[in-house]
Protein backbone atom coordinates (compact mmCIF):
# COMPACT_ATOMS: atom_id res chain seq x y z
CA UNK A 1 0.00 0.00 0.00
CA UNK A 2 1.71 3.52 -0.70
CA UNK A 3 1.79 6.10 1.95
CA UNK A 4 -1.16 8.27 0.12
CA UNK A 5 -3.08 5.26 0.08
CA UNK A 6 -2.53 4.50 3.53
CA UNK A 7 -3.42 7.94 4.52
CA UNK A 8 -6.47 8.08 3.05
CA UNK A 9 -7.76 4.89 5.04
CA UNK A 10 -7.00 6.63 8.37
CA UNK A 11 -9.68 7.33 10.40
CA UNK A 12 -10.15 10.99 11.07
CA UNK A 13 -9.85 11.83 14.97
CA UNK A 14 -12.74 13.81 15.80
CA UNK A 15 -15.56 13.70 18.38
CA UNK A 16 -19.02 12.57 17.52
CA UNK A 17 -21.44 15.60 17.76
CA UNK A 18 -22.76 16.38 20.77
CA UNK A 19 -20.11 14.30 22.94
CA UNK A 20 -17.41 16.08 24.94
CA UNK A 21 -13.77 14.97 26.09
CA UNK A 22 -13.40 16.07 29.43
CA UNK A 23 -10.04 16.48 31.50
CA UNK A 24 -8.58 18.15 35.06
CA UNK A 25 -10.54 21.05 35.85
CA UNK A 26 -13.74 19.66 34.79
CA UNK A 27 -13.66 16.25 36.36
CA UNK A 28 -12.10 17.42 39.49
CA UNK A 29 -14.84 20.00 39.77
CA UNK A 30 -18.28 17.63 38.68
CA UNK A 31 -16.77 15.31 41.23
CA UNK A 32 -16.11 17.34 44.47
CA UNK A 33 -19.73 18.30 43.53
CA UNK A 34 -21.24 15.10 43.06
CA UNK A 35 -19.26 14.32 46.75
CA UNK A 36 -20.28 17.24 48.53
CA UNK A 37 -24.18 16.87 47.68
CA UNK A 38 -24.45 13.03 47.83
CA UNK A 39 -22.85 13.44 51.82
CA UNK A 40 -25.64 16.08 52.22
CA UNK A 41 -28.50 13.47 50.40
CA UNK A 42 -26.84 10.66 52.99
CA UNK A 43 -27.03 12.63 55.84
CA UNK A 44 -30.74 13.21 55.32
CA UNK A 45 -31.57 9.37 54.94
CA UNK A 46 -31.40 9.21 51.16
CA UNK A 47 -29.44 5.57 50.38
CA UNK A 48 -27.38 5.43 46.62
CA UNK A 49 -29.04 4.12 44.03
CA UNK A 50 -27.09 2.97 40.92
CA UNK A 51 -29.50 1.31 37.99
CA UNK A 52 -28.01 0.06 34.33
CA UNK A 53 -27.10 2.39 31.45
CA UNK A 54 -29.89 0.95 29.16
CA UNK A 55 -33.56 0.55 29.47
CA UNK A 56 -36.32 -1.53 27.76
CA UNK A 57 -37.53 1.36 25.47
CA UNK A 58 -41.03 0.98 26.43
CA UNK A 59 -39.90 1.81 30.37
CA UNK A 60 -38.58 5.33 29.18
CA UNK A 61 -42.59 6.30 28.44
CA UNK A 62 -43.28 9.23 26.26
CA UNK A 63 -39.00 8.68 25.17
CA UNK A 64 -40.49 5.81 23.53
CA UNK A 65 -39.23 5.13 19.74
CA UNK A 66 -41.45 4.73 17.35
CA UNK A 67 -41.16 1.50 15.04
CA UNK A 68 -40.66 3.81 12.33
CA UNK A 69 -38.08 6.18 14.15
CA UNK A 70 -36.14 4.06 17.06
CA UNK A 71 -33.92 6.74 17.98
CA UNK A 72 -36.45 10.02 18.00
CA UNK A 73 -35.14 11.37 21.16
CA UNK A 74 -33.20 8.56 22.87
CA UNK A 75 -30.22 6.09 21.15
CA UNK A 76 -31.86 2.77 20.37
CA UNK A 77 -30.72 -0.41 19.82
CA UNK A 78 -32.76 -3.84 19.24
CA UNK A 79 -31.40 -6.97 21.33
CA UNK A 80 -30.93 -10.12 19.77
CA UNK A 81 -34.18 -11.43 21.03
CA UNK A 82 -35.73 -8.29 19.10
CA UNK A 83 -36.46 -6.15 22.00
CA UNK A 84 -35.54 -2.42 21.61
CA UNK A 85 -33.33 -1.11 24.44
CA UNK A 86 -32.44 2.49 24.66
CA UNK A 87 -29.69 4.80 26.76
CA UNK A 88 -31.42 6.40 29.88
CA UNK A 89 -32.62 9.76 29.02
CA UNK A 90 -32.61 10.92 32.94
CA UNK A 91 -32.65 8.92 36.31
CA UNK A 92 -36.07 9.59 37.03
CA UNK A 93 -37.69 6.44 34.73
CA UNK A 94 -35.28 4.01 35.77
CA UNK A 95 -36.47 4.92 38.93
CA UNK A 96 -40.01 4.58 38.55
CA UNK A 97 -39.25 0.78 36.68
CA UNK A 98 -37.05 0.02 40.11
CA UNK A 99 -39.20 1.20 42.04
CA UNK A 100 -42.20 -0.86 40.19
CA UNK A 101 -40.09 -3.82 39.86
CA UNK A 102 -39.20 -4.72 43.72
CA UNK A 103 -41.76 -2.82 45.14
CA UNK A 104 -43.19 -5.52 48.12
CA UNK A 105 -39.48 -5.45 48.96
CA UNK A 106 -38.72 -1.96 49.49
CA UNK A 107 -38.39 0.10 52.41
CA UNK A 108 -41.54 2.28 52.12
CA UNK A 109 -41.76 5.44 51.18
CA UNK A 110 -38.51 4.32 49.25
CA UNK A 111 -35.76 7.81 49.10
CA UNK A 112 -32.86 7.54 47.39
CA UNK A 113 -30.20 9.70 45.20
CA UNK A 114 -28.69 8.93 42.29
CA UNK A 115 -26.13 10.54 39.82
CA UNK A 116 -24.52 9.36 36.52
CA UNK A 117 -24.41 10.18 32.69
CA UNK A 118 -27.77 10.03 30.66
CA UNK A 119 -28.08 10.53 27.27
CA UNK A 120 -30.38 12.49 24.40
CA UNK A 121 -30.57 12.05 20.68
CA UNK A 122 -31.39 15.74 20.06
CA UNK A 123 -29.95 18.40 17.87
CA UNK A 124 -26.72 19.24 19.87
CA UNK A 125 -25.96 23.36 20.24
CA UNK A 126 -23.61 25.53 22.45
CA UNK A 127 -23.62 24.06 25.83
CA UNK A 128 -26.36 21.67 24.68
CA UNK A 129 -24.63 17.95 25.22
CA UNK A 130 -26.37 14.77 24.30
CA UNK A 131 -23.87 13.35 27.15
CA UNK A 132 -23.99 15.01 30.66
CA UNK A 133 -24.27 13.99 34.24
CA UNK A 134 -27.57 14.60 36.30
CA UNK A 135 -27.77 13.94 40.34
CA UNK A 136 -30.99 13.07 41.56
CA UNK A 137 -32.69 12.46 44.92
CA UNK A 138 -36.70 11.44 45.07
CA UNK A 139 -38.94 9.80 47.94
CA UNK A 140 -41.33 7.54 46.75
CA UNK A 141 -44.60 6.20 48.27
CA UNK A 142 -44.95 9.38 50.48
CA UNK A 143 -48.15 12.31 49.40
CA UNK A 144 -47.32 14.56 52.60
CA UNK A 145 -46.78 17.50 51.89
CA UNK A 146 -43.76 17.34 53.85
CA UNK A 147 -41.95 15.24 51.60
CA UNK A 148 -42.13 18.04 49.23
CA UNK A 149 -40.71 19.88 51.99
CA UNK A 150 -38.02 17.97 53.13
CA UNK A 151 -36.44 17.56 49.34
CA UNK A 152 -36.67 21.27 48.60
CA UNK A 153 -34.95 22.50 52.13
CA UNK A 154 -32.04 19.45 51.22
CA UNK A 155 -32.10 20.94 47.82
CA UNK A 156 -30.93 24.43 49.50
CA UNK A 157 -28.75 22.29 52.11
CA UNK A 158 -26.91 20.33 48.91
CA UNK A 159 -26.50 23.83 47.03
CA UNK A 160 -24.86 25.46 49.90
CA UNK A 161 -22.68 22.11 50.44
CA UNK A 162 -21.70 22.72 46.61
CA UNK A 163 -20.61 26.07 47.48
CA UNK A 164 -23.48 28.45 47.13
CA UNK A 165 -23.91 30.63 50.54
CA UNK A 166 -27.53 32.45 51.17
CA UNK A 167 -28.42 34.92 48.85
CA UNK A 168 -26.35 33.24 46.25
CA UNK A 169 -29.36 30.97 44.72
CA UNK A 170 -33.11 30.67 45.29
CA UNK A 171 -36.03 27.71 45.10
CA UNK A 172 -38.98 28.94 43.97
CA UNK A 173 -42.22 26.70 44.17
CA UNK A 174 -45.41 26.53 43.03
CA UNK A 175 -47.82 23.97 42.33
CA UNK A 176 -49.44 23.02 39.22
CA UNK A 177 -52.84 22.07 40.63
CA UNK A 178 -53.37 26.14 40.72
CA UNK A 179 -53.40 26.69 36.76
CA UNK A 180 -55.41 23.44 36.72
CA UNK A 181 -58.21 24.78 38.93
CA UNK A 182 -58.09 27.95 37.30
CA UNK A 183 -58.37 26.03 33.14
CA UNK A 184 -61.12 24.40 35.02
CA UNK A 185 -63.08 27.10 36.44
CA UNK A 186 -62.72 29.44 33.43
CA UNK A 187 -63.94 26.13 31.25
CA UNK A 188 -60.86 25.19 29.25
CA UNK A 189 -60.84 22.04 28.88
CA UNK A 190 -58.98 21.49 25.66
CA UNK A 191 -55.81 19.41 26.80
CA UNK A 192 -53.57 21.51 23.51
CA UNK A 193 -55.27 24.85 24.66
CA UNK A 194 -53.55 24.47 28.17
CA UNK A 195 -50.52 23.40 27.37
CA UNK A 196 -50.26 26.55 25.25
CA UNK A 197 -51.27 28.88 27.81
CA UNK A 198 -48.64 27.22 30.32
CA UNK A 199 -46.07 27.77 27.94
CA UNK A 200 -47.27 31.38 27.68
CA UNK A 201 -47.38 32.01 31.23
CA UNK A 202 -44.02 30.17 31.50
CA UNK A 203 -42.01 33.14 29.19
CA UNK A 204 -44.02 35.56 31.90
CA UNK A 205 -40.45 36.49 33.46
CA UNK A 206 -39.05 37.22 29.97
CA UNK A 207 -42.18 38.36 27.98
CA UNK A 208 -43.75 40.62 30.69
CA UNK A 209 -47.62 40.33 30.82
CA UNK A 210 -48.17 42.35 27.50
CA UNK A 211 -46.71 39.49 25.50
CA UNK A 212 -47.84 36.97 27.74
CA UNK A 213 -51.30 38.47 27.10
CA UNK A 214 -50.66 38.31 23.24
CA UNK A 215 -49.62 34.46 23.99
CA UNK A 216 -53.14 33.67 25.77
CA UNK A 217 -54.99 35.37 22.98
CA UNK A 218 -54.60 35.04 19.25
CA UNK A 219 -50.75 34.89 19.32
CA UNK A 220 -47.65 36.98 19.06
CA UNK A 221 -45.08 38.81 16.33
CA UNK A 222 -41.59 38.29 17.94
CA UNK A 223 -38.99 41.27 17.00
CA UNK A 224 -37.59 38.42 14.54
CA UNK A 225 -40.52 38.42 12.53
CA UNK A 226 -41.85 34.82 13.84
CA UNK A 227 -45.37 34.27 14.68
CA UNK A 228 -46.31 32.31 17.76
CA UNK A 229 -50.07 30.97 17.76
CA UNK A 230 -50.96 31.52 21.04
CA UNK A 231 -53.97 30.14 23.23
CA UNK A 232 -57.26 31.59 21.99
CA UNK A 233 -58.50 32.09 26.04
CA UNK A 234 -61.78 33.67 27.00
CA UNK A 235 -61.26 37.39 27.36
CA UNK A 236 -62.69 36.35 31.08
CA UNK A 237 -59.46 33.71 31.76
CA UNK A 238 -56.98 35.96 30.29
CA UNK A 239 -58.29 38.53 32.60
CA UNK A 240 -58.32 35.98 35.90
CA UNK A 241 -54.48 34.95 34.78
CA UNK A 242 -53.71 38.59 34.79
CA UNK A 243 -54.69 39.30 38.24
CA UNK A 244 -53.21 36.25 39.61
CA UNK A 245 -50.16 37.03 38.40
CA UNK A 246 -49.87 40.75 39.05
CA UNK A 247 -50.85 39.41 42.83
CA UNK A 248 -47.74 38.07 43.44
CA UNK A 249 -45.31 41.10 41.64
CA UNK A 250 -44.49 42.82 44.67
CA UNK A 251 -41.08 42.05 45.79
CA UNK A 252 -40.66 40.33 49.25
CA UNK A 253 -43.20 39.05 49.98
CA UNK A 254 -43.20 35.98 52.69
CA UNK A 255 -44.27 32.68 51.84
CA UNK A 256 -47.24 32.77 53.60
CA UNK A 257 -48.07 36.41 52.38
CA UNK A 258 -47.89 34.80 48.90
CA UNK A 259 -50.78 32.62 49.24
CA UNK A 260 -52.87 35.04 50.97
CA UNK A 261 -52.71 37.11 47.68
CA UNK A 262 -53.24 34.00 45.29
CA UNK A 263 -56.51 33.50 47.21
CA UNK A 264 -57.63 37.09 47.12
CA UNK A 265 -57.70 36.85 43.54
CA UNK A 266 -60.14 33.84 43.52
CA UNK A 267 -61.17 32.13 40.37
CA UNK A 268 -59.03 29.05 41.05
CA UNK A 269 -61.70 26.38 41.83
CA UNK A 270 -61.80 23.22 43.94
CA UNK A 271 -58.70 22.16 42.82
CA UNK A 272 -56.58 25.45 42.91
CA UNK A 273 -57.62 25.78 46.41
CA UNK A 274 -56.61 22.14 47.05
CA UNK A 275 -52.92 23.65 45.70
CA UNK A 276 -52.85 26.54 48.45
CA UNK A 277 -53.95 24.17 51.50
CA UNK A 278 -50.60 21.87 50.26
CA UNK A 279 -48.54 25.19 49.49
CA UNK A 280 -49.65 25.87 52.88
CA UNK A 281 -48.63 22.49 54.36
CA UNK A 282 -45.14 23.04 52.69
CA UNK A 283 -44.82 26.41 54.45
CA UNK A 284 -45.50 25.04 57.58
CA UNK A 285 -42.98 22.51 57.18
CA UNK A 286 -40.07 24.64 55.80
CA UNK A 287 -40.66 27.03 58.42
CA UNK A 288 -40.38 23.97 61.42
CA UNK A 289 -36.94 23.07 59.30
CA UNK A 290 -35.90 26.97 59.65
CA UNK A 291 -35.85 27.34 55.80
CA UNK A 292 -35.75 31.10 55.46
CA UNK A 293 -38.06 33.01 52.83
CA UNK A 294 -35.24 34.34 51.19
CA UNK A 295 -33.94 30.67 50.06
CA UNK A 296 -37.78 29.03 49.06
CA UNK A 297 -40.12 31.60 47.62
CA UNK A 298 -43.56 30.85 46.50
CA UNK A 299 -43.83 32.00 42.74
CA UNK A 300 -47.23 30.38 41.27
CA UNK A 301 -45.78 31.44 37.65
CA UNK A 302 -43.38 28.30 38.10
CA UNK A 303 -44.78 25.98 35.33
CA UNK A 304 -41.77 23.25 34.83
CA UNK A 305 -42.16 20.01 33.24
CA UNK A 306 -45.10 20.41 31.64
CA UNK A 307 -46.40 17.02 30.85
CA UNK A 308 -44.80 15.91 33.56
CA UNK A 309 -44.86 17.10 37.01
CA UNK A 310 -48.81 16.67 39.03
CA UNK A 311 -48.53 18.61 41.71
CA UNK A 312 -45.46 20.57 43.51
CA UNK A 313 -43.12 22.10 41.51
CA UNK A 314 -39.51 23.77 42.32
CA UNK A 315 -37.11 25.30 40.29
CA UNK A 316 -33.48 26.52 41.70
CA UNK A 317 -32.20 29.88 40.41
CA UNK A 318 -28.54 31.25 40.95
CA UNK A 319 -28.61 34.76 41.94
CA UNK A 320 -24.92 35.44 41.60
CA UNK A 321 -23.43 37.53 38.60
CA UNK A 322 -21.61 35.48 35.91
CA UNK A 323 -19.75 35.95 32.96
CA UNK A 324 -19.11 33.84 29.75
CA UNK A 325 -14.73 33.01 29.04
CA UNK A 326 -15.09 36.75 27.53
CA UNK A 327 -16.06 38.07 30.46
CA UNK A 328 -19.61 39.27 29.29
CA UNK A 329 -22.44 39.09 31.71
CA UNK A 330 -24.56 36.52 31.55
CA UNK A 331 -27.96 35.20 33.04
CA UNK A 332 -27.29 31.98 34.25
CA UNK A 333 -30.73 31.37 35.62
CA UNK A 334 -32.18 27.70 36.08
CA UNK A 335 -29.19 25.63 38.13
CA UNK A 336 -31.54 22.43 38.90
CA UNK A 337 -35.72 21.86 39.64
CA UNK A 338 -37.87 19.13 40.62
CA UNK A 339 -41.80 18.36 42.04
CA UNK A 340 -44.33 15.87 42.52
CA UNK A 341 -44.64 13.09 39.79
CA UNK A 342 -47.68 10.74 41.09
CA UNK A 343 -47.64 9.08 38.03
CA UNK A 344 -44.67 7.19 36.68
CA UNK A 345 -44.49 4.29 38.46
CA UNK A 346 -48.63 3.63 37.21
CA UNK A 347 -47.06 3.03 33.82
CA UNK A 348 -45.93 -0.19 35.41
CA UNK A 349 -48.69 -1.41 38.33
CA UNK A 350 -51.35 0.19 37.03
CA UNK A 351 -51.96 1.86 40.55
CA UNK A 352 -50.70 5.49 41.11
CA UNK A 353 -47.71 5.85 43.27
CA UNK A 354 -46.98 9.41 44.72
CA UNK A 355 -43.23 10.44 44.58
CA UNK A 356 -41.19 13.35 44.45
CA UNK A 357 -37.84 14.47 44.05
CA UNK A 358 -34.98 17.14 43.41
CA UNK A 359 -32.79 16.86 40.48
CA UNK A 360 -29.79 19.39 38.58
CA UNK A 361 -27.18 18.85 35.97
CA UNK A 362 -23.82 17.81 37.58
CA UNK A 363 -22.01 19.82 34.60
CA UNK A 364 -24.07 22.84 34.51
CA UNK A 365 -24.08 24.02 37.98
CA UNK A 366 -20.33 23.50 37.80
CA UNK A 367 -20.31 25.71 35.09
CA UNK A 368 -22.78 28.14 37.08
CA UNK A 369 -20.11 28.41 39.87
CA UNK A 370 -17.37 28.83 37.81
CA UNK A 371 -19.09 31.86 35.81
CA UNK A 372 -19.71 33.32 39.59
CA UNK A 373 -15.88 32.96 39.60
CA UNK A 374 -16.78 29.70 42.10
CA UNK A 375 -14.54 27.35 40.11
CA UNK A 376 -10.82 28.61 41.72
CA UNK A 377 -10.69 25.31 44.85
CA UNK A 378 -11.26 23.19 41.82
CA UNK A 379 -8.54 24.12 39.84
CA UNK A 380 -6.03 20.98 39.21
CA UNK A 381 -2.74 21.15 40.76
CA UNK A 382 -0.26 18.55 39.59
CA UNK A 383 2.09 16.56 41.14
CA UNK A 384 5.04 17.82 42.27
CA UNK A 385 7.61 16.57 39.53
CA UNK A 386 11.07 14.93 40.50
CA UNK A 387 13.66 15.99 37.66
CA UNK A 388 15.67 13.59 35.94
CA UNK A 389 19.30 14.55 35.02
CA UNK A 390 21.37 10.86 34.64
CA UNK A 391 20.31 7.76 34.75
CA UNK A 392 23.40 6.04 36.67
CA UNK A 393 21.08 8.25 39.37
CA UNK A 394 17.59 6.92 39.10
CA UNK A 395 17.87 4.74 42.24
CA UNK A 396 18.18 8.39 44.13
CA UNK A 397 14.89 9.69 41.94
CA UNK A 398 13.19 6.96 42.97
CA UNK A 399 13.87 7.00 45.98
CA UNK A 400 12.71 10.78 46.51
CA UNK A 401 9.12 10.16 44.37
CA UNK A 402 8.68 7.43 46.69
CA UNK A 403 9.19 8.94 50.17
CA UNK A 404 7.08 11.96 48.64
CA UNK A 405 4.46 9.30 47.93
CA UNK A 406 4.18 7.60 51.03
CA UNK A 407 3.88 10.86 53.02
CA UNK A 408 0.60 11.49 50.70
CA UNK A 409 1.72 13.96 48.68
CA UNK A 410 1.33 13.41 44.94
CA UNK A 411 4.04 12.87 42.94
CA UNK A 412 5.65 11.82 39.58
CA UNK A 413 9.37 11.10 38.44
CA UNK A 414 10.21 12.98 34.67
CA UNK A 415 10.15 10.11 32.61
CA UNK A 416 10.37 11.54 29.02
CA UNK A 417 14.36 11.82 28.20
CA UNK A 418 14.30 16.36 27.67
CA UNK A 419 16.99 18.20 29.24
CA UNK A 420 16.43 20.08 32.46
CA UNK A 421 14.72 23.18 30.48
CA UNK A 422 11.92 21.02 28.63
CA UNK A 423 11.58 19.55 32.39
CA UNK A 424 10.32 22.43 34.22
CA UNK A 425 8.57 23.71 31.69
CA UNK A 426 6.82 20.53 31.96
CA UNK A 427 6.33 20.95 35.39
CA UNK A 428 4.63 24.05 34.93
CA UNK A 429 2.28 22.67 32.41
CA UNK A 430 1.36 20.17 34.54
CA UNK A 431 0.26 22.85 37.36
CA UNK A 432 3.31 21.09 39.83
CA UNK A 433 3.37 23.15 42.73
CA UNK A 434 6.74 22.07 43.15
CA UNK A 435 9.99 20.95 41.26
CA UNK A 436 12.64 18.53 43.25
CA UNK A 437 15.94 18.61 41.88
CA UNK A 438 18.61 15.92 42.52
CA UNK A 439 21.98 16.79 40.39
CA UNK A 440 25.17 15.43 41.52
CA UNK A 441 26.46 18.01 43.29
CA UNK A 442 23.31 17.69 45.91
CA UNK A 443 23.69 13.63 46.11
CA UNK A 444 27.55 14.43 46.79
CA UNK A 445 26.16 16.85 49.53
CA UNK A 446 23.50 14.87 51.28
CA UNK A 447 21.54 17.75 50.03
CA UNK A 448 18.39 18.52 47.33
CA UNK A 449 17.20 21.90 45.83
CA UNK A 450 13.36 22.52 45.98
CA UNK A 451 11.43 24.77 43.32
CA UNK A 452 8.33 26.62 44.78
CA UNK A 453 7.07 27.25 41.43
CA UNK A 454 4.17 29.24 43.04
CA UNK A 455 6.82 31.28 44.80
CA UNK A 456 9.21 31.03 41.86
CA UNK A 457 6.48 32.81 39.39
CA UNK A 458 5.74 35.87 41.73
CA UNK A 459 9.13 36.78 42.25
CA UNK A 460 10.37 36.46 39.03
CA UNK A 461 7.64 38.65 37.74
CA UNK A 462 9.61 41.65 39.87
CA UNK A 463 12.83 40.51 38.87
CA UNK A 464 13.70 42.35 35.54
CA UNK A 465 17.16 41.85 34.60
CA UNK A 466 17.83 37.71 33.70
CA UNK A 467 21.31 37.83 35.07
CA UNK A 468 19.58 38.76 38.78
CA UNK A 469 17.07 35.91 38.27
CA UNK A 470 19.90 33.46 37.22
CA UNK A 471 21.30 34.78 41.15
CA UNK A 472 19.00 35.17 43.05
CA UNK A 473 17.12 31.74 41.63
CA UNK A 474 13.19 33.25 42.86
CA UNK A 475 10.98 30.33 44.72
CA UNK A 476 14.37 27.64 45.29
CA UNK A 477 15.79 26.32 48.41
CA UNK A 478 18.77 24.10 49.08
CA UNK A 479 17.56 21.44 52.56
CA UNK A 480 19.57 18.81 53.88
CA UNK A 481 18.02 15.76 51.82
CA UNK A 482 16.26 14.46 55.25
CA UNK A 483 14.02 17.77 55.11
CA UNK A 484 12.96 16.80 51.55
CA UNK A 485 9.52 15.73 52.54
CA UNK A 486 8.39 18.14 54.98
CA UNK A 487 9.74 20.70 52.88
CA UNK A 488 7.68 20.16 49.79
CA UNK A 489 4.86 19.53 52.57
CA UNK A 490 4.97 22.91 53.61
CA UNK A 491 5.19 23.76 49.80
CA UNK A 492 2.21 21.79 49.03
CA UNK A 493 -0.13 22.61 51.90
CA UNK A 494 0.86 26.28 50.92
CA UNK A 495 -0.79 26.23 47.81
CA UNK A 496 -3.45 24.21 48.87
CA UNK A 497 -4.40 27.47 50.73
CA UNK A 498 -4.08 30.34 48.39
CA UNK A 499 -6.84 28.44 45.69
Not at 226 to 242: F, H, M, Q, W
Not at 454 to 467: I, W
Request: aromatic share 8%; charged share 25%; glycine share 12%.
Amino acid sequence: MTPDAAASTRPEARNPRGFADRRGRDLVAERRLVQRVSEVYERWGFEPLETGAFEYADALGKFLPDADRPNEGVFALQDDDDQWMALRYDLTAPLARFAAQGWETLPKPFRRYAFGPVWRNEKPGPGRFREFVQCDADTVGSDRPEADAEIIAMACEGLRAAGLDAGQAVVRVSNRKLFDGLFQAGGIEDAGQRLTALRAIDKFDRLGWEGVAALLGEGRLDESGDYTKGARLPSGVITTIEGFLSSVATEGLTRGETLEAVARVGGLGEIGEAALTELAAIDAALNAMKVGQDAVRFDPTIVRGLEYYTGAVFEAELLLDTVDDKGRAVRFGSIGGGGRYDDLVARFTGERLPATGFSFGVSRLASALRAAGRGDADAVRGPVVVIVFSDADMQHYLDAVSELRNAGIAAELYLGRAGMKAQMKYADRRGAPAAVILGGDEIAAGQVTVKDLDAGRALAAGVSDNEAWKSERPGQQVVARSELVATVARIVAQARTAL
